[in-house]
């Protein structure tokens, strides 16, 4: 069972930076691909980055490509995303998950086996 926290969400001016955090525990949470979702309000939530067990590769969906970052510190069980020039269409609830059997340079997952509950991103001036 994995359990999973997300946190660093706020409001923020369009063109700034947030970090967002996901904390993982469970036994086997280091063999998983994590990816980060996004839920705009009104909207069905997407898969816009994932980062594969080793860390070492990367997926973003077009749109985030060039502003968003995803990390993993895997000693602290963590796995961040970095965001940068924000805008107003970012704005939603963010969400961490955890996905077992997938290759994340193939593509964003499309759902998770594990979740966390969010943490809200507010874009506007």
């Known amino acids: 069972q994995l359990r999973i926290v997300e946190s660093g969400g706020g409001l923020v001016q369009p063109g700034g930076s947030l970090r967002l955090s996901c904390e993982i525990s469970?036994?086997?949470?280091?063999?998983?691909?994590i990816a980060w979702f996004h839920q705009a309000p009104g909207k069905e939530r997407q898969g816009i980055a994932c980062?594969?067990?080793?860390?070492?590769?990367?997926n973003y969906v077009e749109s985030v490509k060039d502003r968003f970052a995803i990390s993993k510190d895997g000693a602290k069980g963590t796995v961040f995303l970095r965001m940068n020039s924000l805008k107003p269409a970012d704005t939603g609830v963010y969400y961490c998950?955890?996905?077992?059997?997938?290759?994340?340079?193939?593509?964003?997952?499309?759902?998770?086996?594990?979740w966390g509950e969010g943490t809200q991103v507010t874009v506007s001036s």
């Open positions: 980062i594969n067990n080793f860390g070492d590769h990367m």
């Open positions: 469970g036994d086997t949470w280091q063999f998983y691909t």
């Open positions: 998950a955890a996905r077992n059997l997938w290759i994340c340079s193939n593509g964003i997952p499309i759902d998770g086996d594990a």
